[in-house]
Nanobody
Framework: QVQLVESGGGSVQAGGSLRLSCAGSGYTFSYYCMGWFRQAPGKEREAVAAIDSDGNTNYADSAKGRFTISADNAKKMVYLQMDSLKDEDTAVYYC??????????????????WGQGTQVTVSA
């Protein structure tokens, strides 16, 4: 059974940093594409970043230059380093995984497995 567990959320002032972690289990981690999504109150869940099994990364425009996604296949961990946080980054952040190729890294319906989410609150 595939399980994804996020951690590292919290409250931070604007301009600060947080590092989110996602621990995976129950599958061959290195063959999966991993993504981070977020959902703010009253808004749709949106893609933030993704990393594939070759280490290729993609970012939403809102995350480029501020966020960095990385993976440690040996530890079955995925990370999202978030710097220069803004109040509009406030959301629940979700880790997601899929086991098939799809060029639409941002398309949440292509991700089969999801974590429970971790809250990130940025105060201005």
């Amino acid at each position: 059974q595939v399980q994804l567990v996020e951690s590292g959320g919290g409250s931070v002032q604007a301009g600060g940093s947080l590092r989110l972690s996602c621990a995976g289990s129950g599958y061959t981690f290195s063959y999966y594409c991993m993504g981070w999504f977020r959902q703010a109150p009253g808004k749709e869940r949106e893609a933030v970043a993704a990393i594939d099994s070759d280490g290729n990364t993609n970012y939403a425009d809102s995350a480029k230059g501020r966020f960095t996604i990385s993976a440690d296949n040996a530890k079955k961990m995925v990370y999202l380093q978030m710097d220069s946080l803004k109040d509009e980054d406030t959301a629940v952040y979700y880790c997601a995984a899929r086991d098939s190729y799809d060029s639409r890294w941002w398309f949440r319906a292509t991700y089969k497995y999801w974590g429970q989410g971790t809250q990130v609150t940025v105060s201005a």
